[in-house]
């Protein structure tokens, strides 16, 4: 039958689209959004400096590489410029590895509660999307191993990951690149790796410098605070990055964007306050959530994982509807397979104090 309008790759309307997380409390006058994983530091104020100083040239193309910002990023960690690579956000690097490799056929795998841009990716390449099992809320790297086939090119590891803010040791992150053919191409996906406070945690940058076949991906997003700008980078072996550079486009990350984020990766300080901030109030509020009785799942990002009971009235959806009435938004992860949990960003002191109280309401408990 001849199709009467342009058609889309097979495959392409099975994808479900990637629906972030809300951001609006209807009929509440002070909303506090903890959906997304945002600081609630803001961003650095050098680095707002520097983002409206460039509204003076918006006539001008940035800079088509992006070099002053991997210069700025190769000074901050002690990498070769020449192996970094700028995109607009880790969602748009993530799509580009998948796009340079993978292809019809090909197989990716990603873990069961990984971020959802994986299969999005994968699918959107017409190559198919291998869920391995993760073991109490956490990549398991023999269930990765397992799931390898011959037509498997990339997995993708989120580490920590989200939504369940776990984290996999370097010493497992290694054995799976040990143990991965070398023609698989492991993408160790770190945007939260500046909040994670542990002896046997590397984010990547070890394994890129030392195989042929790694590439970890990072974003200003998070404790950086310019998830607005949408800017991430990425740091691969040489072949890998002259692969994505032939087929990014030409200004993928804007002027603006670049400027912010020399500054920000140079402020130091701001860095280190909103991790200190991060770690009180993580801490804090994974104890005070499970004295009500709620599961917690142990998380090293700027975010928890909090589990409810299947008991009507007691559901992570009611306890959503609950807390929105009250302008508290966390993030529903049923399309994570997490149906009977909420995630919730790290905030202020006020919005978290806020949260526990209301979760102790919903509960019928003493606050």
Known sequence: MTATR?????????????VPGKSTAPGVAKVFKLSSNETPLGP????????RAV??????????SASELREAIGKRFGLDPARIVCGAGSDDLLNLLARAYLADGDEAIHTTHGFLVYPIATLGTGAKPVVAAEKNFTADVDAILAAMTKKTKIVFLANPN????????????????????PQVLLVVDAAYAEYVRRNDYESGIELVATTDNTVMCR?????????ALRLGWLYGPAHVVDAINRIRGPFNVNAPSIAAGVVAIADTAHIETARAHNEKWLAWL????????????????????IHFPETKGRTAKEADAFLTKRGLVLRQVAAYKLPNALRMTVGSEEANRLVVKALAEFLGKPA
Do not use: C, M, W
């Open 286 to 305: 994974t104890q005070e959530i499970g004295k009500l009785g709620l599961g917690v799942t142990p998380s090293v990002a700027n975010f928890v994982l």
């Open 55 to 64: 509204g003076e040239h918006l006539q001008d193309y940035p800079d088509g």
């Open 44 to 51: 650095s104020p050098r680095a707002v400096a520097a983002y």
């Open 6 to 18: 342009p058609q889309p790759r097979p495959g392409v309307l099975d994808i479900a689209p990637y």
């Open 162 to 181: 989200n939504p369940t803010g776990t984290y996999v040791s370097f010493d497992e992150v290694k054995r799976l690149r040990r143990d991965l053919p």
């Open 219 to 227: 974003t200003f997003s998070k404790i950086y605070g310019l998830a």
